[in-house]
């Protein structure tokens, strides 16, 4: 079976720093792209950064840019996001999700951003 | 990366049908058949409901349905039944290499 589960959301200070872990199960990791997407409270869903499945290329949106990074280690089946220089505003549950074809999420796991 | 436009509501009776449109441009809808579609309960994960504009994965009841007509993509949703009140999420590749959401749309059965 496919599964996704994150972990490592939490509290953190704005301009702090938190990483987010994704391991996977039930399929080629490694040949597959893997993306993060949140969704703040009460709010809909932003598509937030991608990688492909060799690790080479990112993208990111426009409101992270700069401030997250997005990584991966396919010898252990798991796709990171560090986030830096942390917001209010990236206050939100934080899904894990391969997309293309049947796509598959995460649980989510909650990042909150206050002092 | 300006997100898709969705209806913020829809609503319909018990037995009805609706349907959800999805805005996009050429740049996204307009450009590739990678539309899904996604149902959201309060306080659950993203649950898919359609992929690639208009194929159900295992185990989706067949009265969701998807289409695509140029920037515009739409979810019907026949027979409606009362489990089917939810929020409701398009999505697209874009052509730069990313992904984009619809603003969502909240569906009330009567």
């Known amino acids: 079976e496919v599964h996704l589960l994150e972990s490592g959301g939490g509290l953190g200070q704005p301009g702090g720093s938190l990483r987010l872990s994704c391991v996977a199960s039930?399929?080629?990791?490694?040949?597959?792209?893997m993306n993060w997407v949140r969704q703040a409270p009460g709010k809909g869903l932003e598509w937030v950064s991608a990688?492909?499945?060799?690790?080479?290329?990112?993208y990111y949106a426009d409101s992270v840019r700069g401030r997250f990074t997005i990584s991966r280690d396919n010898s252990k089946n798991t796709v990171y996001l560090q986030m830096n220089g942390l917001r209010v505003a990236d206050t939100a549950v934080y899904y894990c999700?391969?997309?293309?074809?049947?796509?598959?999420w995460g649980q989510g796991t909650t990042v909150t951003v206050s002092s | 990366q300006s997100a898709l436009t969705q209806p913020a509501s829809v609503s319909g009776s018990p037995g009805q049908s609706i349907t959800i449109s999805c805005t996009g441009t050429?740049?996204?809808?307009?450009?590739?058949?990678?539309v899904s579609w996604y149902q959201q309960h309060p306080g659950k994960a993203p649950k898919l409901l359609i992929y690639?504009?208009?194929n159900r994965p295992s185990g989706v009841s067949d009265h969701f349905s998807g289409s695509k007509s140029g920037n515009t993509a739409s979810l019907t949703i026949s027979g409606l039944q009362a489990e089917d009140e939810a929020d409701y999420y398009c999505?697209?590749?874009?052509?730069?290499?990313?992904?984009?959401f619809g603003g969502g749309t909240k569906l009330t059965v009567l």
């Open positions: 039930g399929f080629t990791f490694r040949t597959y792209a």
């Open positions: 999505s697209s590749y874009t052509t730069s290499s990313t992904w984009v």
């Open positions: 050429s740049s996204d809808v307009g450009t590739y058949n990678y």
């Open positions: 990688i492909t499945g060799s690790g080479s290329t990112t």
């Open positions: 690639d504009v208009s």
């Open positions: 999700a391969k997309f293309g074809g049947v796509d598959v």
